[in-house]
């Protein structure tokens, strides 16, 4: 059987803590030859689609297929069940299903999707945007990690042409239902006293970059009434990203990242980039919520003789999951309850396109996206048995 101690000791962060597993970097990388091998011992062909994504089938490839995954990569210092959950248990899944000896009367895959987390070329779920046409390939291709290394760069050095990156209908004709099993990024289980849920929605949300520009200067010789400082107008917007967001029922605003130029500490910046991210029950709400934030960023960035510019970097209107398939699903596990998820995934992506549906797993701390992120190894375990038992019933 795999288990996610197989990969524990692959992308260990030592300055963060957690796991920092970024879409085809060499960690990334060893754990798609991980994919590849753990697939193979199965009896499962692998193959590499046009973006970068795996695909291990049961049997022949063909349209309509049930298909289950997840991802691998992670954020920066992220925990070690993000992602990697859903791929261990979608193969241990298998192993549950041909040892009673079931055969898919279906088409059936594992998938792998990459960048689902945009740790490093800063767009979520590029593997799935880039199937689906959600983004453009020439802008993909252009997106650049923390070291200027452009997507195009990194995927020709992992051996694949970026020239074949785009809309792939092919692949996206093959889903004919796709179930993603994700660990709960949240509490919702945990407080209903159970082990496994169902999604019912995503929120809508999106990053944006906010780019303030001032004047770079002496931290000793520049009196304080001298300063066109953007540092000054970067803090207030952070400030006013958490107003905004309280100000709106269920709205969430976050700036996780965010970079001074040239970052030196007795050095006044010239410029400070810093994202946001922002999300909410609907989409008129966030679309709400960032224009108070982008009105107030300038405001206090004319106050500071400064200026600023906002750009969207990627957005996902809200996701409601097919119904029939969602209450298929629960009833196939007995009646779970249905949660929304304040988070982003690749199901998302392609519920515009295909039915789709996603289990839980309980987190009991509900922390995610950091070291401390959790699920006992029972629950674990009943997440396979419930994903084996989804799979069974869609794939006869």
């Given at each position: 059987m795999t288990s996610l101690a197989d990969i524990a000791g692959v992308g260990t962060d030592p300055r963060r803590g957690g796991y920092s597993r970024h879409g085809f970097d060499r960690v990334e990388l060893e754990l798609r030859t991980w994919f590849t091998e753990e697939a193979g011992r199965r009896g499962l062909s692998v193959e590499c689609d046009r973006n970068g994504n795996l695909w291990a089938w049961w049997g022949a490839p063909g349209d309509g297929a049930v298909v289950t995954g997840s991802h691998l990569d992670s954020v920066p210092g992220g925990g070690a069940f993000d992602g990697p959950l859903g791929v261990v248990s979608a193969l241990e899944a298998v192993d549950i299903l041909r040892a009673k000896g079931f055969v898919p009367g279906k088409p059936f895959a594992v998938v792998v999707f990459a960048e689902e987390e945009g740790g490093r070329f800063g767009v979520a779920c590029l593997g799935s945007r880039l199937l689906t046409g959600a983004i453009a390939p020439d802008a993909a291709l252009r997106l650049s990690d923390s070291d200027g290394v452009t997507l195009a760069e990194a995927v020709r050095a992992a051996g694949l042409d970026p020239a074949g990156f785009g809309p792939d209908a092919e692949a996206l004709r093959?889903?004919?239902?796709?179930?993603?099993?994700?660990?709960?990024?949240?509490?919702?289980?945990?407080?209903?006293?159970?082990?496994?849920?169902?999604?019912?929605?995503?929120l809508a949300h999106g990053r944006w970059r906010f780019s303030i520009s001032g004047e770079g200067n002496h931290a000793g010789a520049t009196l304080m009434v001298d300063r066109r400082d953007p540092m000054v107008a970067a803090a207030q917007v952070v400030l006013a990203a958490r107003r905004a967001a309280t100000s709106v029922d269920g709205a969430r605003a976050t700036v996780g990242r965010l970079i001074p130029n040239p970052g030196g500490t007795n050095v006044i910046p010239s410029s400070v980039d810093l994202w946001l991210d922002a999300r909410a029950d609907d989409d008129a709400r966030t679309r709400a919520v960032v224009a108070e934030i982008s009105a107030a960023a300038s405001e206090v960035a004319a106050e500071e003789g400064c200026s600023v510019t906002v750009s969207e970097e990627s957005y996902g209107e809200t996701v409601v999951f097919d119904a029939g398939l969602r209450d298929k699903v629960s009833d196939v596990l007995g009646g779970v309850p249905a949660l929304p998820s304040g988070a982003g995934h690749d199901a998302g992506i392609l519920a515009g396109h295909v039915p789709t549906a996603m289990l839980f797993v309980r987190n009991p701390t509900g922390v995610s996206h950091a070291p401390e992120e959790f699920a006992e190894a029972d629950d674990c375990a009943a997440g396979v048995v419930a994903l084996a038992s989804v799979l069974e019933e869609l794939a006869r």
């Open positions: 093959r889903i004919g239902v796709f179930v993603e099993l994700h660990v709960e990024q949240g509490r919702g289980l945990v407080d209903l006293g159970v082990p496994v849920g169902v999604a019912s929605s995503i």
